[in-house]
């Protein structure tokens, strides 16, 4: 639930083993060790103790993760509260075989047959008994002696037993005397100290895409290691509910109140029967750090790769910003230029635009019409064509004195109009390129002056029936 609240890949403090979150702290790494010193031995039993939750299960899927090149056959066993018979039965099932209702010589006999191919296929058997503290000391004797088991001098098969405390004093037992002669090694795994803890958290975290999102105090980590006894198991689930908390809370970060709150709960619901924890532990300042200043403290594989992953995200914002500017740059520099080829005002835009190449026919069709509003403002005559040269040439072009159209007759204006369009010939202007264009813009300024002289003519002719109408009804009334 959290997980999506706080943009997490997957919920980091699951209370189940997954060695996919393994921290490799200093008792984990001397455990893997010794374990993988003994897989290579290839013979005998390897023992791994330690309390409850603190990652024997974890350290060993981790190992056979890390062996899975190697030609293994792996089985696994939980459940341990067995006799001796029915304990053979459940080792036959570990390694897939049907021996339902088979007498305990028949599967032993199958069991042999089993491990012998696998030497000749060249493999080896695994077998991994968690919860090893529960076995009847008959039933370590069984297992003990599937290790006799042999092929050219070489076992057919390893143990790896995987229990609490109780397991080494079990097997120091005086009846157990060949069992011990059997181990060849054994490690313990200790709870994490105060910075294994806070290393710990963050290592989890950094796994799930963590981006110091809630920001977690410091002043958490003595107070989470204290109540959790620094057991993995413990603070997954302290952990756990923090974060959940903070989701339903919708906060952004996570305080030594919140962590007051949320151990208050645990120890109300007795599900972490922890240290217990006085006001004094609370009474501490908050203080939170940058995420750099985070990944900066570790020393960790995943901690080099956030802060990798950090720089390269900052590399490609600045980027991004820069390809921004220069887009933003690019476009005030046109619309500058735009600017200042539309206030021209003597045809130089227009060779501008051609002399740059551009071919936006909304831009020279423009600039066109601007050409002629311009003349048609203040009437130049006579215009110096340039048609025969093939385009426009690059001399300013001579202009008469400017006259007004609108103090002109109505023919004068209909002359004037038309002789303007055609000196202003599209070829002149744009080349033969955009000829179709201005030859319509042409057109259409003719027409625009046709309908002008028209309405002219219109309003005469209205205004002269008007005042004969009004010149009949003087008559009608001086005479009748």
């Not at 792996?74 to 080792?91: E, F, I, P, Y």
């Not at 503290?133 to 006799?148: F, G, P, V, Y």
């Not at 079990?170 to 054994?186: D, E, G, H, N, Y």
């Not at 026919?361 to 215009?383: A, I, M, Q, W």
């Amino acid at each position: 639930m959290y997980e999506y609240f706080y943009q997490l890949k997957a919920e980091p403090f699951r209370l189940s083993p997954d060695h996919q979150f393994c921290f490799s702290h200093g008792g984990y790494a001397r455990a893997k060790a010794y374990m993988a010193y003994a897989f290579v031995r290839a013979e005998g039993f390897v023992m791994v103790t330690g309390r409850p939750g603190t990652g024997k299960t974890t350290l060993v899927g981790d190992l056979i993760e890390s062996l899975a090149d190697e030609r293994v056959t792996t089985a696994s066993l939980v459940c341990t509260q067995l006799g001796a018979d029915d304990l053979l039965r459940m080792v036959a099932f570990a390694f897939g075989m049907d021996v339902a209702d088979q007498e305990k010589s028949q599967v032993l006999q199958r069991l042999t047959t089993l491990f012998h191919r696998l030497h000749q296929q060249g493999r080896r058997a695994l077998l991994i008994v968690d919860e090893a503290q529960d076995l009847s000391e008959a039933a370590l004797e069984e297992l003990r002696l599937l290790t006799n088991l042999q092929a050219n001098g070489e076992p057919l098969l390893q143990i790896f037993l995987l229990g609490q405390e109780e397991l080494r004093d079990l097997i120091q037992k005086p009846s157990m005397l060949q069992v011990q002669q059997r181990i060849v090694a054994t490690c313990h795994l200790e709870s994490l100290k105060l910075m294994e803890t806070r290393e710990y958290i963050l290592h989890r975290l950094l796994r799930v895409g963590w981006k110091n999102y809630p920001k977690l105090s410091e002043a958490l980590y003595p107070i989470i290691y204290r109540f959790s006894e620094g057991v993995p198991r413990r603070i997954n689930l302290i952990c756990s509910r923090l974060f959940l908390h903070g989701s339903v809370e919708q906060r952004e970060r996570i305080s030594v109140a919140d962590a007051r709150a949320v151990i208050g709960e645990l120890q109300m619901e007795q599900l972490a029967m922890g240290s217990l924890l006085s006001e004094v532990d609370f009474s501490v300042e908050d203080e939170y750090l940058s995420f750099t200043a985070v990944l900066s403290s570790l020393t960790g594989s995943d901690a080099k790769e956030a802060m990798e992953a950090l720089a390269s995200e900052a590399a490609t914002v600045q980027l991004d910003e820069r390809e921004r500017a220069s887009l933003a740059g690019e476009n005030n520099a046109e619309s500058e230029a735009y600017d200042e080829a539309e206030g021209a005002g003597d045809g130089d835009e227009l060779e501008m635009a051609i002399a740059d190449n551009d071919t936006d026919d909304e831009k020279l069709t423009k600039v066109v019409r601007s050409e002629v509003v311009e003349n048609l403002s203040g009437v130049e005559t006579p215009l110096e064509n340039n048609s025969d040269k093939g385009g426009l040439d690059n001399q300013p072009r001579r202009r008469a004195a400017k006259r007004d159209l609108s103090a002109e007759p109505p023919d004068a204006q209909q002359a004037l109009a038309e002789d303007l369009v055609r000196s202003v010939s599209p070829e002149s202007l744009v080349g033969p390129i955009y000829a179709g264009k201005g030859r319509e813009f042409g057109a259409e300024l003719a027409a625009r002056s046709n309908m002008g002289l028209s309405r002219t003519v219109a309003w005469a002719l209205v205004a002269v029936l008007a005042a004969a109408g009004i010149a009949l009804c003087w008559f009608y009334w001086q005479f009748t």
